[in-house]
């Protein structure tokens, strides 16, 4: 349970735009929803297995909470951390996460929403797939890099991405005033012919978390950055933004 919790909370709530996400599960999958208070990013995450505790549909609001009760010390060892149910239309369901410490002298309660409130409150709009120009793998070198520009040009939120001579490059700023690019990927394959422009502190986030990373890039105005923790994919779909 707790090796799950972590995940969750690593992969959505330390990226700092994400506080509130959604669950759903049934006997043969698991699923997550969340998205940026700003609307910049949706994530959309399945976990490997189905996971029997999450069977139903209920939301985990204020991640940060949950992310300070699995890093106390208090439930750092031999905690018990169960699903709380309660019966509603004659079945049960999961309302909530109960923490005890080894010694039962600390304990604690963390409410899910119902269904009823987390679909009202979290509506996405489902993504229905585009067609990818560009995949590739980042490589730690290229992240660092990106960082690099990022802190050259703290005042641009945006970059361009574009592909030049076989590279994928990333553009900050214009000609206009300061200004610079660099090869992301070298020697890629396929063309992007649109300037799209991306959330640049979003991107970095997304890009730091640790798994398995593929990123992709489409003319049609979105990106998605797909992360592989071992346990759960987790999908980070980008809206094109404007200046």
Do not use: C
Request: proline share 3%; glycine share 8%.
């Amino acid at each position: 349970m707790k090796d799950y919790l972590n995940d969750i909370v690593q992969h959505t709530h330390s990226l700092g735009f994400i506080d509130l996400i959604k669950v759903q599960g049934s006997d043969t999958e698991t699923s997550i929803e969340g998205l940026a208070e700003d609307r910049s990013v949706i994530v959309q995450a399945k976990f490997k297995n189905p996971y029997a505790e999450f069977i139903g549909t209920f939301g985990m609001p204020n991640l940060n909470k949950l992310a300070i009760l699995l890093g106390i010390q208090e439930y750092k060892d031999d905690a018990k951390i169960t699903i709380s149910k309660q019966e509603r239309n004659g079945s049960e369901v999961p309302v909530g996460l109960y923490f005890e410490n080894v010694r039962g002298d600390f304990k604690n309660d963390y409410r899910f929403m119902t269904s009823e409130v987390i679909n009202d409150k979290l509506k996405i709009v489902k993504f229905k797939g585009v067609k990818w120009n560009v995949e590739i793998k980042p490589t730690v070198a290229s992240v660092q890099r990106l960082k690099m520009q990022a802190q050259v040009h703290s005042e641009e939120t945006t970059f361009v991405a574009k592909t030049e001579d076989g590279n994928l490059k990333f553009y900050f700023g214009d000609h206009s005033t300061h200004a610079g690019n660099f090869v992301f990927a070298p020697d890629i394959t396929g063309d992007l012919k649109h300037g799209w422009q991306w959330p640049v502190q979003q991107v970095i986030s997304i890009l730091s978390l640790p798994g398995d990373i593929t990123m992709r890039f489409s003319d049609e105005g979105a990106s998605m950055i797909t992360v592989d923790s071992g346990m759960i994919t987790y999908d980070y779909i980008l809206p094109a933004q404007s200046k």
